[in-house]
């Protein structure tokens, strides 16, 4: 009995590194990306397909803001939430700070996004946009929040932390596999960029970077689906984050098609 239940174990936790490989699978799109923030750490790639986003959701503020000011020069406004901080760095026009982290539950200095968009929505009804880099906690976050909440961000971009032990740890796995699962079938990635700060860790002989930044595109928005190969990447607007440090490349599992 022992060996069977093993055994299933181990099949359940190959699909699902299978299913996480899959979706990390950037897909090329009609739609040009741009570059929003600075060159370097606090800067993204997103889809130009900005017009009609009412706000954008970031925790996760630390030191950086140019994300956020980027937006504010679009006439996007910001919603910035960080409990590590007394305040953004900068002074972002029109945005709105709140000293709180993101999980899974509402208590003491900790918030869920379903609490923080409700009390907080612009303009309900109408595209956000989410940007999100808050050192491993995206997982229970977005396992905790409800799919018609997660529907109406046209875009997530986000931090991905602990991908080697994702990988290969069924404890890491599970609420990793949990949110990729809430997100597959509205979102597609549409870029990767590997964080080169915080190194990588080979499994099946290839070296997985522990942290990457992925921009995910909600699926009504992405035409012309296509995938990525190695020679696209990196991006033509992709920075290191360590300019001292050599790039990472994206691994060869996470290239090519995505079904």
């Known amino acids: 009995m022992s060996n069977t239940s093993s055994a299933a174990r181990t099949i359940h936790t190959l699909d699902g590194v299978e299913v996480i490989d899959r979706f990390l699978r950037p897909q090329a799109i009609d739609t040009p990306l741009i570059r929003l923030g600075e060159f370097g750490d606090g800067g993204y790639l997103v889809p130009d397909d900005l017009r009609g986003i009412a706000a954008c959701y970031s925790p996760g503020v630390s030191e950086q803001a140019t994300f956020e000011m980027d937006l504010a020069k679009r006439g996007i406004m910001s919603f910035m939430a960080d409990a590590s901080v007394e305040k953004p760095p900068l002074d972002v026009p029109g945005a709105q700070f709140v000293p709180k982290f993101l999980g899974n539950k509402d208590k003491g200095n900790t918030m869920t996004l379903e609490t923080w968009v409700r009390d907080t929505d612009p303009a309900p009804g109408e595209d956000l946009l989410l940007q999100m880099d808050i050192e491993g906690a ?122």
């Open 138 to 259: 995206e997982y229970i976050t977005l396992a905790a929040a409800p799919r018609d909440l997660l529907r109406r961000f046209r875009m997530i971009v986000i931090e991905l932390h602990h991908l080697p032990s994702v990988l290969s740890k069924p404890r890491f796995l599970g609420p990793a596999l949990e949110v990729v699962e809430k997100l597959r079938d509205d979102f597609v990635t549409v870029h990767l960029h590997p964080n080169n700060v915080s190194g990588s860790v080979e499994i099946d002989g290839q070296a997985i970077p522990r942290v990457v930044e992925a921009t995910l595109l909600r699926r009504d928005r992405a035409s012309g689906l296509r995938p990525i190969m190695a020679q696209d990447l990196p991006h033509s607007l992709d920075r290191k984050h360590n300019p001292r440090r050599p790039a990472l490349p994206v691994p060869e599992r996470w290239l090519g098609a995505a079904e």
